[in-house]
């Protein structure tokens, strides 16, 4: 595995006071077709029980991937659905939508999970939006002889010569996500995937590459394109793989908007404020 670069999170605030670990990438530089990673992590209930209230988007993709306690996602197209640990939340937010995300009651306990913005090519960014969730078909996992675990979040995920789909398949820039948990002393290893963008987030412990290590929780590591995946880990680790092709295309940007030029973002503030997303 050839580690090109590594870029580490840092703590900000979004929401109604929600803190968050936040990796972002809105300059197109390093984690496109991704443009944030945000972690939320933590057993203090005051921060995050104030959730994100209704807010609006465009021309991205939100997700949302709970390992620890749950929120409640509801928009302007109808959804209503409770995700909690393990459960996966998909929106192609496209031409526009309203939503909110609110934690659920049981979360007092604690809550860890990741929302994820993915960019959307220019040709579909006023399409329809989209909604789709794990609640009904679990995202698929496998265990080694080692105790080592893929969950497959998002697309096919080839690991222990088992095959994971998930019913997520649609995600813009062909995009890829797993959950890897790997025991104490064990390792993991994966064959070089389809994207050409392959990044690895640790959220849980530590790991070691073969360029050395401990690579520590809040790191980030870009690899080289076509690459194969494979570390391991003495603490015991958990790991988000995320993978999608860049766009490479220009990105303008103005809070919950993501669009190519100015123009366009003006557009959709005028298109939010005179009704056209919908009512929430």
Do not use: C
């Amino acid at each position: 595995m050839k580690v090109i670069k590594q870029l580490n999170s840092h703590a900000t605030q979004d929401g109604d006071g929600v803190n968050i670990s936040r990796i972002p990438g809105f300059d197109g530089k390093h984690l496109d077709p991704f443009l944030m990673i945000d972690e939320l992590k933590s057993d203090d209930h005051s921060d995050f029980m104030g959730g994100f209230p209704a807010h609006p988007h465009r021309g991205i993709e939100t997700f949302t991937y709970i390992i620890k306690g749950g929120f409640e996602h509801q928009d302007q197209m109808g959804n209503k659905k409770a995700i909690r640990a393990g459960d996966v939340q998909w929106m192609s937010t496209g031409f526009g939508v309203i939503h909110s995300e609110m934690p659920l009651a049981d979360s007092i306990e604690g809550m860890h999970g990741f929302q994820i913005w993915l960019n959307m090519p220019s040709t579909e960014k006023l399409r329809a939006p989209r909604y789709q969730d794990t609640t009904e078909h679990p995202a698929p996992a496998h265990k080694n002889s080692q105790g080592t675990q893929l969950k497959a979040l998002a697309g096919s995920w080839q690991f222990d010569q088992h095959e994971q789909v998930s019913s997520l398949q649609e995600l813009a820039a062909n995009g890829m996500l797993a959950d890897v948990t790997v025991p104490a002393g064990a390792e993991f290893t994966h064959p070089p995937v389809t994207p050409t963008k392959v990044m690895i987030y640790i959220h849980t412990g530590s790991i070691n590459t073969e360029q050395g290590g401990p690579v520590m929780a809040g790191s980030l590591l870009i690899l080289e394109p076509g690459s194969d995946i494979k570390f391991n880990s003495q603490t015991g680790a958990g790991v988000l793989i995320l993978a999608g092709n860049p766009l490479n295309e220009p990105i303008a940007h103005m809070g919950p908007f993501v669009m190519n030029t100015q123009a366009q973002l003006k557009e959709a503030i005028s298109d939010y404020q005179s009704g056209k997303f919908g009512t929430f």
